[in-house]
């Protein structure tokens, strides 16, 4: 079992940055493929990015460029870089653990979900 706890969030300024930390118990995250996902008031929750056991990498299209994943297996933790913030940004954001060494851009295929950190940039 894997527990998942984010942390970062907060308010933020359009243009502003803001960096999520993900942190894990139970297990080390480092041997699950991990990703951040978001969910905005009335909207499906969405994918954002993720990151491999090997350390391949993807994102949405919509904060590539912007955002970047990345991990310190020392700390077991995976965190979410967040800059040229958007309002359309605001959100929820999910950190998700998968017993798999694959990435996934579904959240279908997450095994583990912390509660989430709410992420608001203003205009």
């Known amino acids: 079992q894997v527990q998942l706890v984010e942390s970062g969030g907060g308010l933020a300024q359009t243009g502003g940055s803001l960096r999520l930390a993900c942190t894990a118990s139970?297990?080390?995250?480092?041997?699950?493929?991990t990703g951040w996902f978001r969910q905005a008031p009335g909207k499906e929750r969405e994918f954002v990015a993720t990151i491999s056991w090997s350390g391949s990498i993807a994102y949405a299209d919509s904060v590539k460029g912007r955002f970047t994943i990345s991990r310190d297996n020392a700390k077991n933790a995976v965190y979410l870089q967040m800059n040229s913030l958007k309002p359309e940004d605001t959100a929820n954001y999910y950190c998700?653990?998968?017993?798999?060494?694959?990435?996934?851009?579904?959240?279908?295929?997450?095994?583990?979900w912390g509660r989430g950190t709410q992420v608001t940039v203003s205009s």
């Open positions: 998700a653990g998968r017993r798999s060494i694959y990435f996934s851009r579904n959240d279908r295929d997450y095994d583990y």
């Open positions: 139970g297990r080390t995250l480092s041997n699950y493929a």
